[in-house]
T-cell receptor, first 109, second 115 residues
Framework: GQNIDQPTEMTATEGAIVQINCTYQ??????LFWYQQHAGEAPTFLSY??LDGLEEKGRFSSFLSRSKGYSYLLLKELQMKDSASYLC??????????WGAGTKLIIKP | ETGVTQTPRHLVMGMTNKKSLKCEQH?????MYWYKQSAKKPLELMFV???????ENNSVPSRFSPECPNSSHLFLHLHTLQPEDSALYLC??????????????FGPGTRLTVL
């Protein structure tokens, strides 16, 4: 079967750095998405990786290793507004989107 | 208005009621989606429409009935629901050119409670 694993919950301190991991086992691979979802709000697009390596977008970076079935989202200089759930999703060989259950990130002052 | 809008934002209904959820996208997209989101579970894709044609129905019970009159509007008609159907129902849209590889734009969701 197809599976996406990410930690259920993480806690970090304001101003620090946090890395949210996502591992996947899917039938084929055509890209990996990260979305952010604040409580009670819509998920919003953060990043899309299809090639190996690190892509940086301001305070957020996303890394992909296709050979290891692994990605991470790196958040720097954490702010209270970064408290949210972070959803990892993989596009499989049939261009179906397989979702992880999300990681709830709690930022403490 | 911009983006993807959903109404109502909150809905409480009895098991014998009939209600409808509405979604509208103002992005010029061709694909629209209904998802169910339950606590601590992955998003569950329910239905996909591309150019108004239903392209996916993930074994959703018949008590959920989608309708897509045009590329901008999507409805989810609800009848005879069960308490386990209580969840956040999210609508999304995308360009519709790359299947799951399209970036999806989500509405804020309808929080549904079935009593």
């Amino acid at each position: 079967g197809q599976n996406i694993d990410q930690p259920t919950e993480m806690t970090a301190t304001e101003g620090a750095i946090v890395q949210i991991n996502c591992t996947y086992q899917t039938s084929g691979f055509n890209g990996l998405f990260w979305y952010q979802q604040h409580a009670g709000e819509a998920p919003t697009f953060l990043s899309y990786n299809v090639l190996d390596g690190l892509e940086e977008k301001g305070r957020f970076s996303s890394f992909l290793s296709r050979s290891k079935g692994y990605s991470y989202l790196l958040l720097k200089e954490l702010q209270m507004k970064d408290s949210a759930s972070y959803l990892c999703a993989v596009v499989d060989s049939n261009y179906q989107l397989i979702w992880g259950a999300g990681t709830k990130l709690i930022i403490k002052p | 208005e911009t983006g993807v809008t959903q109404t109502p934002r909150h809905l409480v209904m009895g098991m014998t009621n009939k209600k409808s959820l509405k979604c509208e996208q103002h992005l010029g997209h061709n694909a629209m989606y209904w998802y169910k989101q339950s606590a601590k579970k992955p998003l569950e894709l329910m239905f996909v429409y591309n150019f108004k044609e239903q392209t996916e129905n993930n074994s959703v019970p018949s008590r959920f009935s989608p309708e897509c009159p045009n590329s901008s509007h999507l409805f989810l008609h609800l009848h005879t629901l069960q308490p386990e159907d209580s969840a956040l129902y999210l609508c999304a849209s995308s360009q519709g050119t790359s299947g799951g590889a399209d970036t999806q734009y989500f509405g804020p969701g309808t929080r549904l409670t079935v009593l």
